[in-house]
């Protein structure tokens, strides 16, 4: 029986290849080079089957020349570089790794907010620099979290999970989302507050950007937006690139029309605006949420699963649409 040929479009723990390797015929990419389009292309002639993170986009000018296609298997739970209408016209079946990167995300969305609001990464490199010298009464005076308002813009899971934490912190939770959650899901999410986006700005002390990015997201915080903030408030994003004005955000820390912002993602990563690193009230870490090994193997699992599952013929076990 002639096995199925896949395309791994980046490097992975070399135990996911064995285990594919006895289903299909793999393509890996273990010296990890980040594929053009062309390149893509190239590599993809042939295949059944594709598993990749976001790095990969999948356009519909490169699906309509990808005739023996049939499943694109993002390993993430956002999958905005694939053309999910293109794959679904020409019966491509797309697939995601929803939920397995809760928890962890949620963990590092705290993690950017308490080195945020506290100065960790700003106070660490003057230690490192030499400059401490005595302790100052106002030296490196942060913002507190406990007893404050948290704004969460994306109240799905991941957004729940990151709200539920808020409990140990004794914040009051607002939120904004497409539709209102359950009252038994804002219950779980720390007793949440569903108000509009207005409100949830002007509001929050803290505010963690969770939308998925699409048309409708992009820029969503903005200028206009930043200028609706508290001077002292702080922006996370573990979201998306994109969903951010980048520059009106630099305007903003700049001018500190907000106190610091917390980011893991950019537009055009991974070349973020190179004014982001002339700021001291800004954490940057390299798009890292998830990257936990148990959660990085978990969320290949699920794409490994869906791959398998559809070439065999079955139901995907997580499909999205479009």
Not at 14 to 41: C, H, K, M, W
Not at 144 to 167: E, P
Not at 179 to 205: G, I
Not at 210 to 230: D, N, W
Request: glycine content about 6%; hydrophobic content about 45%.
């Amino acid at each position: 029986m002639i096995k199925p040929k896949v395309l791994l479009t980046r490097a992975v723990f070399p135990d996911v290849i064995a285990r594919l390797a006895g289903y299909v015929e793999v393509e890996t990419n273990q010296d990890d080079i980040v594929f053009s389009e062309q390149e893509l292309l190239q590599k993809m002639q042939g295949k059944q089957g594709v598993i990749t993170p976001s790095s990969a986009r999948f356009s519909a000018g490169l699906i309509a020349q990808l005739p023996e296609l049939k499943a694109i298997c993002a390993m993430t739970v956002g999958y905005d570089n694939i053309d999910v209408a293109a794959c679904e016209a020409r019966g491509v079946v797309v697939t995601n790794a929803p939920d397995v990167l809760n928890q962890t995300t949620a963990d590092f969305a705290w993690a950017l907010l308490l080195s945020t609001a506290r100065r960790v990464t700003e106070s660490g490199q003057w230690l490192r620099d030499g400059q401490w010298k005595k302790w100052q009464i106002d030296g490196f005076l942060g913002a507190d979290v406990h007893g404050k308002t948290l704004g969460i813009l994306g109240m799905g899971r991941i957004g729940q999970a990151i709200a539920r934490r808020s409990m140990g912190f004794d914040m009051q939770v607002i939120y904004h989302n497409r539709s209102r959650l359950t009252e038994q899901e804002e219950a779980y999410a720390n007793h949440a507050v569903y108000v509009d986006k207005e409100q949830l700005l002007a509001q929050a002390d803290h505010l963690i950007l969770m939308v998925p990015y699409s048309a409708a997201t992009r820029h969503c915080i903005g200028a206009a937006e930043l200028a609706m903030m508290k001077p002292g408030a702080t922006l996370i994003n573990v979201a998306r690139g994109g969903v951010v004005d980048d520059a009106a955000l630099i305007a903003a820390l700049r001018n500190r029309q907000i106190a610091a912002a917390g980011l893991d993602v950019f537009e055009n990563e991974p070349q973020l605006n190179p004014d982001f690193l002339s700021l001291s009230n800004v954490v940057l870490t390299p798009h890292i949420a998830s990257a936990s090994e148990s959660t990085r193997r978990a969320m290949l699992q699920c794409a490994v699963d869906n791959l398998i599952a559809v070439l065999r013929g079955e139901a995907a076990l997580n499909p999205v649409h479009s």
